[in-house]
Nanobody, 120 residues
Framework: QVQLAESGGGSVQTGGSLRLACAGS????????MAWFRQAPGKEREGVAS???????TYADSVKGRFTVSRDNAKKTLYLQMNTLKPEDTAMYYC??????????????WGQGTQVTVSS
C-alpha cells in the first residue's frame, strides 16, 4: 500500500517561509504526478501545485511566484517551498500522488496532512 507522510508544517508570521516535505513509500515516483493540496476550515480542498515526471509544474494562481514545488525521485520525496506566506495560506496541507493536475479527484493516494498557520 502506498504511504505518504508530510512534514515541515508549523506556525509563522506573515512574510515568513516554510518548506514542506512528503516522503513516499511503496510508490513509484517515476509514474504520474505528485501534488500539494490544502484545506482550510469550512472550505473545500484546493490544489496548490503539482509536478510530473518531466518536471512540468502547475500552480494555483494564488501561490504563483511565492511557492515552488519540487521532487527528488532518488529520495522519494516531494517538496513545497513556501515564501512570503500570508494569513490566507493557513490550512492543512496534504500531498497526493498517482494523479494529474491539481484537482483532488484525480489523485488516489493521500498523506495525513501537516498544518500551516500564518499569523498577521
Amino acid at each position: 500500500q502506498v504511504q505518504l507522510a508530510e512534514s515541515g508544517g508549523g506556525s509563522v508570521q506573515t512574510g515568513g517561509s516554510l518548506r514542506l516535505a512528503c516522503a513516499g513509500s511503496r510508490y513509484s515516483h517515476s509514474s504520474g504526478c505528485m501534488a500539494w493540496f490544502r484545506q482550510a476550515p469550512g472550505k473545500e480542498r484546493e490544489g496548490v501545485a503539482s509536478i510530473c515526471n518531466a518536471g512540468f509544474t502547475t500552480y494555483a494562481d494564488s501561490v504563483k511566484g511565492r511557492f515552488t514545488v519540487s521532487r527528488d525521485n532518488a529520495k522519494k520525496t516531494l517538496y513545497l517551498q513556501m515564501n512570503t506566506l500570508k494569513p490566507e495560506d493557513t490550512a492543512m496541507y496534504y500531498c497526493a500522488a498517482g494523479g494529474w493536475g491539481i484537482l483532488p479527484r484525480f489523485y488516489p493516494y493521500w498523506g495525513q496532512g501537516t498544518q500551516v498557520t500564518v499569523s498577521s
